[in-house]
């Protein structure tokens, strides 16, 4: 019987970087002929393979094979960005996902290593819905999150205050210390 492995993908503008990752590869195959992009393997008295058309046009396939893993390299023919790995949309959707590890935003901020997709998605594709904090840094996230009360519910043993330190009672400020008796 024979599995599908899962891949994780990123690009560049000139190539997308795929890394499939299962232990003591043995007797593998990576080629990409046609546009048609083939790995199969055999790991840990098991055999995997995947086979799929790319979305677009690669000129040249590399690879280099790990103790844990096998990164494969598909040189672009054009330099520019793909929207999908596949042709066929929704193909392996459980198996082909964006490599997190590698993502950059849009913003062209490394949130890894830029060797990324310039956009999230699913199915084989980086296609990212939008946050609206793209661009934010967490001081600024910060800032906007302070008037917001992330506790639980007031009436649980805590006090509202308006400012850092809350009054007591009688109007004196609250020691905030520890009494050791």
């Known amino acids: 019987m024979t599995s599908t492995p ?3 993908w ?3 503008p000139e190539s997308v970087d795929i890394t499939i990752r299962l232990s ?6 990576v080629s990409c002929e046609n546009n048609k992009f083939l790995f199969s393997c055999s790991s840990q008295s098991k ?6 058309d790319l979305d677009k046009a690669v000129e040249k396939v590399s690879y280099n094979k ?3 893993r096998i990164a494969i390299v598909l040189e672009k023919a054009e330099y520019e960005k793909w929207d999908f790995l596949t042709k066929v949309r929704g193909i392996y959707k459980n198996n082909i ?10 913003d062209g901020e490394n949130l ?5 997709p310039s956009s999230v998605g699913n199915l084989g594709s980086p296609l990212a819905p939008s946050s609206g904090f793209e661009g934010m840094d967490m001081d600024m996230l910060r800032q906007m999150m302070g008037g917001m009360d992330m506790g639980g519910e007031e009436g649980e043993g805590e006090e509202e205050c308006d400012g850092e330190e809350c009054d007591g009672e009688d109007g004196e400020e609250k020691d905030s210390s520890v009494n050791e008796e």
């Open 10 to 12: 990123s690009q560049t």
């Open 97 to 106: 996902k964006i490599d997190w590890d590698k993502w950059e935003d849009s």
């Open 47 to 52: 055999n995997y393979r995947i086979e799929f």
């Open 112 to 116: 890894g290593s830029p060797l990324a």
């Open 66 to 68: 790990y103790d844990n």
């Open 24 to 29: 003591n590869i043995e007797e593998e195959t």
């Open 6 to 8: 899962t891949l994780l």
